[in-house]
């Protein structure tokens, strides 16, 4: 069974910066895409960024390029998000996400995530 354990929300000041862990354990396809999602108030939920097991592939929403990072480290079973020049509209429960699949070209599709964590809360103050 794959579990999902993010940490590393909190509050925050505009232009301030968070870092996301999401720590993975279980068999997975070598070939498994990672997702970080987000879901604010009265919103549905959206793709922030994803990347596959190389890394070679990487993905971002428009919103984010350029402050986000993603990156993982195999070893640790570990993906992170670096968030840098966060912003009030950032503010949302932020959801690391797993396709054992591989399904890259459907990266943006929250369906073809089988396994989710229970999400962690970024909140950014004006």
């Known amino acids: 069974q794959v579990q999902l354990v993010e940490s590393g929300g909190g509050l925050v000041q505009a232009g301030g910066s968070l870092r996301l862990s999401c720590a993975f354990s279980?068999?997975?396809?070598?070939?498994?895409?990672m997702g970080w999602f987000r879901q604010a108030p009265g919103k549905e939920r959206e793709i922030v960024a994803a990347?596959?097991?190389?890394?070679?592939?990487?993905y971002y929403a428009a919103s984010v390029k350029g402050r986000f990072t993603i990156s993982r480290d195999n070893a640790e079973n570990t993906v992170y998000l670096d968030m840098n020049s966060l912003r009030p509209e950032d503010t949302a429960v932020y959801y690391c996400?797993?396709?054992?699949?591989?399904?890259?070209?459907?990266?943006?599709?929250?369906?073809?995530?089988?396994?989710w964590g229970q999400g962690t809360q970024v909140t950014v103050s004006s």
């Open positions: 996400a797993l396709d054992p699949r591989g399904r890259w070209g459907s990266r943006t599709d929250s369906s073809i995530y089988w396994h």
């Open positions: 279980g068999r997975t396809n070598s070939n498994y895409v």
């Open positions: 990347n596959n097991l190389s890394g070679s592939n990487t």
